[in-house]
């Protein structure tokens, strides 16, 4: 454990990203309060929390939505920082995109008045997501996007499957909202963009963005595309931005945080080298979509935060994951 580094707010702690990012703010010697939704009959195992090292001392569970943003008062009172990680989907959404949108439009900016009010808050880290930058007519031909894109939500009702607009619409107008009521209200925040994240977790659930990653193995012909041209971080460096990004006192604005840009004939190369147990579908070659630039984090860099994981340590921690949860068939 580090030293006590004082107290901070990660919302929806059950989610992937987010319960890795609880254990290494514990890790490093942070106190933490995290948000989950309410449970009445006391259902969920929130073991791979509570068992973390330093959970039983530094880290204090409450009840909040994104739908009463008034609800996340509690658990920010007190913090001096707060990681925005909550969203109000994974795939496939439930809801028709408009109501998505506006639930998580609400609720970050309900999160924010929290916030201020606390009169504790220092920084807002928003984590955002690739899906707020490249749906844009004018990036078809880009290799590399850096902080200045953004997608365009008209586009992306036109272009995509109801399923992928309601996230990326959410996520692009949530991110836009957000910064300018900051702006105006002189909040300090933070947005880190990243790509797909792929790594270990803990959570007992596999999460959409592995399940994609792990697509040529699982035989998801319908996430194939996401591989033929796939911006990666390992999901222990996107934790470790995160933590950097509210600590530096020269972070502004945006951040990408992408370490790895491959193709989906390198992910094949790598799981048929280091996974022979696993057969990897004949139809994965016949992938067919639009290539996606990848993300350029020299920003991110510049300020001096260096990626320790490339794209075989990211697979090897998602698969041992998924072996130690039973999340993956051999036969």
């Known amino acids: ?18 319960s890795w990012l609880i254990k290494v703010l514990l890790h490093e010697g942070y106190s933490v309060h995290t948000t989950v939704r309410a449970d009445p009959g006391n259902k969920r195992d929130l073991s791979f929390l509570t068992s973390l090292p330093g959970a039983d001392e530094k ?15 509690a658990a920010i009172q007190g913090c001096k920082g707060v990681f925005h990680v909550a969203a109000p989907v994974d795939f496939p959404a439930k809801d028709p995109e408009p109501v998505v ?28 997501s690739i899906a707020a930058v490249y749906n844009n007519i004018h990036n078809k031909d880009v290799e590399m996007m850096d902080e200045s894109y953004w997608s365009d939500a008209d586009y992306i009702r036109k272009t995509l499957e109801p399923s992928g607009s309601s996230y990326a619409v959410s996520k692009t107008l949530t991110e836009k909202a957000m910064s300018e009521f900051a702006a105006e209200h002189g909040l300090d925040l933070v947005t880190v963009v ?8 803990i959570c007992p659930k596999m999460h ?3 399940r994609a990653t792990l697509s040529p193995i699982l035989g998801n012909r319908e996430d194939y595309h996401f591989l033929i041209n796939a911006a990666m971080v390992h999901v ?23 370490s790895d840009t491959v193709t989906i004939q390198q992910v094949v190369e790598i799981l048929s080298t280091n996974y022979p147990e696993f057969r990897i579908a004949d139809s994965v070659g016949e992938a067919k979509g639009p290539k996606v630039p990848g993300l350029w984090s020299k920003k991110l860099t510049d300020l001096g935060f260096k990626f320790k994981n490339g794209v075989k340590e990211m697979y090897d921690g998602a698969i041992q994951s998924c072996k130690e949860k039973g999340l993956l068939d051999l036969d």
């Open 1 to 18: 454990m580090g030293e006590d580094k004082g107290t901070v707010c990660v919302t929806g702690g059950t989610g992937f990203v987010a």
């Open 59 to 73: 880290l204090k569970f409450f009840t909040a939505d994104l739908d009463h943003p008034e609800s996340f008062d």
């Open 101 to 128: 949108t506006q639930r998580a439009v609400n609720g970050s900016l309900g999160i924010l008045k929290s916030c201020l009010r606390s009169k504790t808050v220092k920084r807002v880290v928003y984590t955002s």
């Open 194 to 201: 990243p790509p797909m994240v792929l790594g270990p977790f």
């Open 208 to 210: 959409g963005t592995v």
């Open 236 to 258: 222990d460096d996107l934790s470790r931005a995160l933590i950097f990004l509210l600590e530096h006192p020269e972070a502004k604005g945006r951040y990408n945080c992408s």
